[in-house]
């Protein structure tokens, strides 16, 4: 299986759940792990803290600060006092809930109010909503408190707003050990190094040899199995011989597990990765490139240089060294999460097995005209194409001016210089996993739902009679549609809509066939029940900490609504892609049951 990034998702059914490598020419896929959404804890205080943007000179790094403690200062909630949006000032809590209830069972009974919150969160017994406006919550909290649901009737109450935890953390921090508090108890990480702290932070199984690693996840994957077993236990009591077969054949897990799939590589793996661009540990550099010590929750947004972690390739480290000296003489600084000031927020960097580079920016605008934009692009060319990062071995690169408050966005990138097309190295072990289990044959129908830019079903697509892929991103598509032209690949067909809308129709166009896989890589949320009652085998691979519920889905007995025998568990296998993480893949073969069983 050489070659090809990610794996998305019948008679057959591939099911990918995890992170995927996009491969050839591909969007911006924004699964940031390293950049943490602050979501409403900061706001842009540009007009405040920043001069007009033709006259505009980046502050210094004493300045930022100094601005920083001006517009924050100890105030908890002075992110609720600015201009920008908030759903947090629209919020509200509900208590006496049932003592059992499900997250998407209640968002289902708010959407049968046609009560549609911006965020809801279950906090241990109380649930905390938010709203768009006043009147919205208004509504809601009219709808919502005395409802009877259960037996229970619910409580709600306009709640507080959530406290900044940056704030939160300087406030502590600032306390003396006398009067009303004391400063928070010094612990064994803050006697690290800040080396130590960023690996512990980024990789926090680095310390233990790979073979424990390998052991750890292993036993995870086994205790996911479990816990799956006891769900079936409790929820399926029609299937009680079968359960109870499974657990005296398996130990207490409803299949065979194999044993654990090692990377073949362990060090330098990562081809594609996404740094933060910060403040620097202490207000050292006014922009650092690398990862952050710990998320905004946590109360740090500081971003240290990832020099010793392990899954970066040397490449990639020289590349980092070199543009941090682009932005040490950079006339703009870092954005803050915290305050929205400061320019530079994101590079991402994706490999090749070939040593090319791919780089894409990401570039708060604040109150510079386009003139100044242009001159920043300008700037970022000429370093990397004549100046110092002409040999860093950046062969294509992308910058774009973002005004939203993360980098999670569809905005499009700006295309700079070099070539628009890099193969990225593939996680393929994982692939030929799924690729055996599906035991794809020249008259088998693969159906790839959630097939982002394509790259499941194209290392399938040359062994197969015919792809088709479903994918609601247009942007995801059409890159979907290159690399089948970059790959050769002239039996697949793209549609451009939400799986629940045509798998129907899809299906029943393939109604006959002699064998149909389908490949699916839904969204952490899950998959709709009508979507996944189309198949006759299924494959899925999930990592430890998301439960997908649509496996309990796959075993419900056929019924009006999931027609068809159900599936059943019959192998399962764990497979390493992120040594020194605690990441891990585990692929699940399920069987449809005969209808008649």
């Keep these: 299986m050489g070659g090809l990034d990610g794996y998305r998702g019948g008679q057959e059914a591939v099911y990918t759940m995890s992170q995927s490598f996009e491969v050839f020419v591909t969007r911006e896929d924004n699964s940031d792990e390293d950049m943490v959404n602050s979501d409403e804890k900061g706001n842009n205080v540009g007009a405040k803290a920043e001069e007009d943007g033709d006259q505009k000179e980046e502050k210094s790094t004493a300045d930022v600060q100094e601005a920083v ?62 709203f768009r406006n006043e009147e919205e919550k208004g509504i809601a909290l009219e709808k919502i408190n005395g409802l009877q649901w259960r037996g229970n009737q619910l409580i709600a109450m306009v709640a507080k707003p959530a406290a900044d935890p940056l704030v939160q953390k300087r406030k502590q921090e600032s306390m003396p050990d006398r009067g009303q508090g004391k400063k928070p108890r010094l612990t064994e990480e803050d006697s690290l190094s800040p080396s130590e702290r960023l690996k512990n932070a ?30 079936l236990e409790k929820n399926c009591p029609d299937l009680k011989s079968w359960l109870r077969e ?21 060090e330098g793996y990562r081809n594609k990765c996404e740094f933060t661009i910060g403040p620097g540990e202490g207000g050292e550099r006014q922009a650092v490139v690398g990862f952050r010590y710990g998320t905004y929750a946590q109360g740090t947004v500081s971003v240290g240089s990832p020099e010793e972690v392990a899954f970066l390739s040397q490449h990639m480290k020289d590349l980092l060294k070199v543009f941090q000296t682009y932005l040490d003489s950079s006339a703009y600084g870092a954005f803050h999460p915290e305050t929205h000031i ?76 070099g ?13 030929q996993t799924v690729s055996d289990w599906c035991e794809a044959r ?57 799986a629940e809308d045509v798998m129907k129709d899809i299906t029943k166009s393939v109604f006959g066939s002699e064998d149909v896989v389908a490949i699916v890589d839904p969204p952490r949320s899950g998959l709709l029940e009508t979507i996944t009652v189309i198949c006759l085998k299924f494959i899925q691979t999930v990592t430890p900490e998301v439960t997908s519920t649509d496996w309990y889905s796959l075993v419900r007995p056929m019924s ?10 019959v192998k399962a296998v764990p497979v390493d892609l992120f040594p020194h993480t605690k990441h891990c893949e585990l692929v699940i073969l399920f069987h449809r049951e005969a209808e008649d069983a």
């Design 69 to 130: 403690q001006e517009v924050c200062g100890q105030d908890e909630y002075m992110y609720t006092k600015r201009e920008d949006f908030t759903s947090e000032l629209f919020k509200l809590s509900i208590t006496n809930l049932p003592r059992k209830f499900g997250f998407k069972e209640f968002k289902k009974k708010l959407s049968k109010l046609d009560v549609t919150p911006v965020k809801l969160k279950i906090w241990k017994d109380v649930c905390f909503v938010t």
């Design 202 to 231: 980024v990789t926090p199984l680095w310390k233990l040899e790979y073979s424990e690693q390998l052991k750890k996840k292993e036993e995870e994957m086994r205790q996911f199995l479990k816990r799956y077993h006891r769900q």
């Design 246 to 266: 499974s657990r005296q054949k398996h130990g207490a897990i409803p299949c065979e597990l194999h044993n654990i799939k090692p990377s073949p590589e362990t």
């Design 342 to 417: 400061g320019h530079w927020r994101q590079l991402t960097v994706r490999s090749s097995r070939l040593g090319h580079l791919m780089v894409l920016l990401d570039f708060h605008p604040q109150q510079l005209t386009q003139e100044k934009l242009q001159e920043v692009r300008k700037s970022i060319t000429e370093f990397f194409m004549e100046g110092g990062g002409k040999d860093s071995g950046v062969s294509a690169c992308y910058f774009r001016a973002l005004l939203d408050k993360t980098t999670s966005s569809d905005e499009p990138y700006d295309f700079l210089f």
């Design 419 to 431: 070539d628009n097309v890099i193969n990225t190295a593939g996680a393929e072990v994982l692939y």
């Design 442 to 498: 020249s008259n088998t129908t693969v159906l790839d739902v959630c097939c982002g830019t394509g790259t499941i079903g194209l290392t399938l697509a040359k062994t197969v009679n015919k792809v088709i892929g479903v994918e609601m991103c247009s942007e995801a598509i059409a890159d979907a549609k290159k690399n089948a032209t970059l790959n050769g690949v002239d039996n697949v067909v793209y549609h451009c809509a939400k």
């Design 560 to 569: 009006k609504r999931l027609t068809g025998g159900r599936f059943l568990p």
